[in-house]
């Protein structure tokens, strides 16, 4: 089944601990992209990456880090989580860019950052 | 402003239409989406419009846009409980970076 799976759906951390919240899909997609979505203000991208090795920031990077290693896996990385880091977070992707692609979405991960 | 403004929420009867409006800022947007959320899940795609369309219709889904006023709207006709969600409205301008609207939370009540 085409996916996009990310993991964990659910995160509770502490101010400053290192986490990274993983995301693939297996559908051979050279887009891939973070967002994040905030209660009144929509959805914000985070990151994007066109292809592998190729990433680029998007309207609120700030706090994050990326890696597309590999076509499949793109992985957001919180080096110190503060706490207005709170939020849900979707990863998506899609055939070779948003532009009249379907853009699949992943369940989703809520972050709590105390 | 914002590049993309939505209202918040609507409520409406089951089996009544509903409109959601959306109104965008840049007049070079090439596409512009309409994305269901249901409660837990990711984002779905719902339907596109190319700018150089004014309507486009998929079944209960009719997509109208407005190029001139930049006003996008997205009718569902006979709704149903199950069309509860929210609803995303967002502007592709070529630049891979989509914005969204801040989304309409659709009620329907019986």
């Known amino acids: 089944e085409a996916q996009v799976t990310q993991n964990p759906r659910y995160l509770i951390t502490v101010t400053g601990k290192k986490l990274t919240v993983t995301c693939s899909q297996n559908m051979n997609h050279e887009y891939m992209s973070w967002y994040r979505q905030d209660p009144g203000l929509g959805l914000r991208q985070i990151y994007y990456s066109m292809n592998v090795e190729v990433t680029d920031k998007g309207d609120v990077p700030e706090g994050y880090k990326v890696s597309r290693k590999e076509k499949r896996n793109f992985p957001l990385i919180l080096e110190s989580p503060s706490p207005n880091q709170t939020s849900l977070y979707f990863c998506?992707?899609?055939?070779?860019?948003?532009?009249?692609?379907?853009?699949?979405f992943g369940s989703g991960t809520q972050l709590s950052v105390l | 402003g914002e590049d993309v403004e939505q209202s918040l929420f609507l409520s409406v009867r089951e089996g009544d239409s509903s409109v959601i409006n959306c109104t965008y800022t840049d007049s070079s947007s090439t596409y512009l989406y309409w994305y269901k959320q249901e409660p837990g899940a990711g984002l779905q795609l719902l339907t596109y419009i190319f700018s150089n369309m004014d309507m486009k219709q998929d079944q209960r889904l009719t997509v109208l846009l407005n190029k001139k006023d930049k006003h996008l709207s997205l009718r569902i006709a006979d709704t149903q409980t199950g069309d509860s969600a929210i609803y995303f409205c967002?502007?592709?301008?070529?630049?891979?970076?989509?914005?969204f609207g801040r989304g309409t939370s659709l009620i329907v009540h019986p």
């Open positions: 967002a502007e592709e301008k070529g630049s891979y970076i989509p914005t």
């Open positions: 998506a992707s899609s055939l070779q860019g948003p532009l009249n692609e379907k853009l699949f």
